[in-house]
Structure formats: structure tokens, C-alpha cells
């Protein structure tokens, strides 16, 4: 078993930054691949980022590209996410996932999703304008 808790959520200011936090419990954080999600009101989670367990690979959704950066940390058992530049349309509940050793590139994929192995309660980020 995986617990994954997040942290790092809060309110910022349109073209702020913050740093979200996931860590996991157990002895295999390095076997899974690792994801981040968020869901907005009214609307369906969707992708965010995704790292390889080596942490060599990352993918992003195209919102995100260029604004926020995926990154991990094997010793310590945690993901993050590093969000820069904010927008109002990023405000969402931000979900961690982990599916072991899934290809990260699939993350992202309805299958993936619908079968990933772990996920976390969320953390809310809210960005206002």
C-alpha cells in the first residue's frame, strides 16, 4: 500500500508561484511513475505533469508547458510540482497519483486514469485575478 499526501496548496495572485508538495509512504516510491492532476468546479480531472520514476522523463499538458515544472525526489519519497506565473484558470483541487511502472508518457491517458494504482485527497490551489 501507497498513501500519497499532498501539500503547498493556498491562494496566490495571478502571475504568482507556488510549490506543491506530494508525499508518499512505503519502501517502493521509486518503482512508480508519478502524476499530477486537478480537477476544477464544475469540470473533469484532467492531466497536469507526469515524471518517470528515474525522474529522467517528464511530460506536461499543453496549459501547463513552460510555466510549470515536475520534479522528484526518490530519497526523501516525494513529487513536486513547481507552478510559475499563475492564472485565475489554474485554480483546481490538485490530485497526486502514482501507478507502478507505468510509461510516463501514458499517464495522461482515459486508461491510465481510470486504472491508476494510487491516488491523494488533493490540495486546493485558488488564483485570483
Known amino acids: 500500500q501507497v498513501q500519497l499526501v499532498e501539500s503547498g496548496g493556498g491562494l496566490v495572485q495571478a502571475g504568482g508561484s507556488l510549490r506543491l508538495s506530494c508525499a508518499a509512504s512505503g519502501r517502493t516510491f521509486s518503482q512508480y511513475t508519478m502524476g499530477w492532476f486537478r480537477q476544477a468546479p464544475g469540470k473533469e480531472r484532467e492531466f497536469v505533469a507526469a515524471i518517470s520514476w528515474s525522474g529522467g522523463s517528464t511530460y506536461y499538458a499543453d496549459s501547463v508547458k513552460g510555466r510549470f515544472t515536475i520534479s522528484r525526489d526518490n530519497a526523501k519519497n516525494t513529487v513536486y510540482l513547481q507552478m510559475n506565473s499563475l492564472k485565475p484558470e489554474d485554480t483546481a483541487v490538485y490530485y497526486c497519483?502514482?501507478?507502478?511502472?507505468?510509461?510516463?508518457?501514458?499517464?495522461?491517458?482515459?486508461?491510465?486514469?481510470?486504472?491508476?494504482?494510487?491516488w491523494g485527497k488533493g490540495t486546493l490551489v485558488t488564483v485570483s485575478s
Open positions: 497519483a502514482a501507478d507502478r511502472f507505468a510509461p510516463a508518457q501514458t499517464m495522461g491517458t482515459p486508461s491510465r486514469v481510470s486504472a491508476m494504482d494510487y
